[in-house]
Nanobody
Framework: QVQVVESGGGLVQAGGSLRLSCAAS????????MGWFRQAPGKEREFVGA????????SYEYSVKGRFTISRDNAKNTVYLQMDGLKPEDTAVYYC?????????????????WGQGTQVTVSS
């Protein structure tokens, strides 16, 4: 079993920055692609971005492209979501997910293990 734990959420003013972290643990030797999703109240959970196991490939949802950056440190089994230029519409619970695919995409079904989520609130 794989455990995924997010941290780093909080309250920030519009235009500010936050960095979320995601630690994955469990099956040693496994190679996971990782993704970030978010869910605002009353809305569906949506894709934010993903990163391949090697870290050389990333993809982003259109509205966050150029503002958010995903990176990873495999030595620490940790993935990061750097969020800059935050907007009130970025307010949501952010979820980290691990995939048995080394290069997962936007589809939720590609992700096998999910964290509990961390709240990000952006005030105007």
């Amino acid at each position: 079993q794989v455990q995924v734990v997010e941290s780093g959420g909080g309250l920030v003013q519009a235009g500010g920055s936050l960095r979320l972290s995601c630690a994955a643990s469990g099956r040693t030797g496994s190679r996971y692609g990782m993704g970030w999703f978010r869910q605002a109240p009353g809305k569906e959970r949506e894709f934010v971005g993903a990163i391949s196991w090697s870290g050389d490939k990333t993809s982003y949802e259109y509205s966050v492209k150029g503002r958010f950056t995903i990176s990873r440190d495999n030595a620490k089994n940790t993935v990061y979501l750097q969020m800059d230029g935050l907007k009130p519409e970025d307010t949501a619970v952010y979820y980290c997910a691990a995939s048995d695919l080394m290069e997962p995409g936007w589809y939720r079904g590609e992700y096998d293990y999910w964290g509990q989520g961390t709240q990000v609130t952006v005030s105007s």
